[in-house]
Nanobody
Framework: QVQLVESGGGLVQAGGSLRLSCAASGTIRSINAMGWYRQAPGNERELVAGISSGGSPNYSDSVKGRFTISRDSVNNTVYLQMNSLKPEDTAVYYC?????????????WGRGTQVTVSS
């Protein structure tokens, strides 16, 4: 059984920083891409940042230059460093991993962590 567990969310003032972490555990044979998505009330879930198995990142235009995604492949962990936070960054942030477990490859999701940015 595979689990993704996020941590690091919270309340921060505009201009502040937060660092999110997501650790994948369970019977994992390999992890391909990992990423962070977010969903604000009334909005669809959107991609914030992704990182390939080779470490190549990609970002949504709304967070480029402010957020940095990284991964620790040894510990199956992905991070999201969020700087210069804005109120519009307020959302539940979800970790996603495209990975191969014991028998099959599929996409897994964490339960989410709340990020609230006050103005």
């Amino acid at each position: 059984q595979v689990q993704l567990v996020e941590s690091g969310g919270g309340l921060v003032q505009a201009g502040g920083s937060l660092r999110l972490s997501c650790a994948a555990s369970g019977t994992i044979r390999s992890i391909n891409a990992m990423g962070w998505y977010r969903q604000a009330p009334g909005n669809e879930r959107e991609l914030v940042a992704g990182i390939s198995s080779g470490g190549s990142p990609n970002y949504s235009d709304s967070v480029k230059g402010r957020f940095t995604i990284s991964r620790d492949s040894v510990n199956n962990t992905v991070y999201l460093q969020m700087n210069s936070l804005k109120p519009e960054d307020t959302a539940v942030y979800y970790c996603n991993a495209d990975l191969t477990a014991l028998w099959s490859r599929r996409s897994y999701w964490g339960r989410g962590t709340q990020v609230t940015v006050s103005s």
